[in-house]
């Protein structure tokens, strides 16, 4: 684990780096080295698997909030048949389960916290600057104006439903891994009065019934919600 931390370090530094300053125009060999380097974070983290994962995640979000400018498109953003462009560049936000979630930025400057599509809506037509990283045309963003917004990559949010399982320290649902958030649950989520780590409110489900639903990936799932209590 030592040795893979230590690669996750260099590799986190080499973005960090070398791939800042990239226009739209050389966006696509960009997404490609960071599909490389996010390749061997997996593969290096995997022995780990469970924890290994979670901290593959972690260091995964930490190259995406510092790229900046690894792509950088700036224009007026447009609506075309729902489907979003600034300079004829499409842009990828978000399927419509994360695009219906509360904002955790006002993107639009209208002093209200909204749904993410509600907040792009109040960019519609106004001059902005996007960035995030450039795969065959589309931009997928992962800032607006400056402001973080999401990793930038394409996402399946999946629901689940079963019950819930520890194995060696690990949750399970049907046979998913949950990879869950590390540190305080910000809601009570297993009703038992206290606010307690994540880790300690999902043991207090252990046995019953619950539907999860989060980002698949690798044959484990990144949880956002368990029984429609946000739990990040």
Do not use: C
């Not at 050389?26 to 290994?52: F, I, N, P, T, V």
């Not at 979630?101 to 109040?122: F, P, T």
């Not at 600057?129 to 999401?150: A, D, K, P, Q």
């Not at 629901?159 to 049907?174: A, P, R, W």
Request: glycine share 14%; net charge negative.
């Amino acid at each position: 684990m030592a040795i893979a931390l230590v690669a996750i370090i260099g590799m986190v530094a080499l973005v960090e780096a070398g791939i800042n300053g990239i226009d739209a125009s050389g966006g696509d060999d960009a997404a490609g080295k960071m599909a490389k380097w996010r390749h061997m974070l997996g593969r290096l983290m995997a022995r780990g698997h469970g924890r290994g994962m979670q901290m593959q995640q972690h260091a995964w979000q930490h190259v995406a909030r510092h790229m900046l400018e690894i792509t950088r498109v700036e224009g007026t953003l447009e609506n075309v048949n729902g489907i979003y462009y600034v300079n004829n560049t499409s842009l990828y936000f978000g399927d419509d389960a994360f695009l219906n979630m509360l904002a955790r930025s006002d993107y639009d400057g209208d002093g209200v916290y909204e749904q993410i599509w509600e907040e792009l809506e109040g960019l519609e037509g106004s001059h902005v600057v996007v960035n995030g990283m450039l795969n065959n045309g589309t931009l997928y963003v992962s800032h607006i104006n400056g402001i973080w917004f999401r990793v930038p990559r394409d996402v399946d949010v999946v629901t689940i439903e079963g019950t819930l399982e520890n194995i060696n320290g690990s949750f399970y649902v049907n046979g998913y891994e949950l990879g869950i958030k590390r540190g305080y649950s910000r809601s009570d989520i297993d009703g038992d009065g206290l606010l307690e780590r994540m880790y300690e409110e999902f043991a207090g489900l252990e046995g019953s019934d619950v539907t999860v639903d989060g980002v698949m990936h690798d044959g484990w799932i990144m949880v956002m919600h368990i029984n429609g209590i946000w739990a990040r």
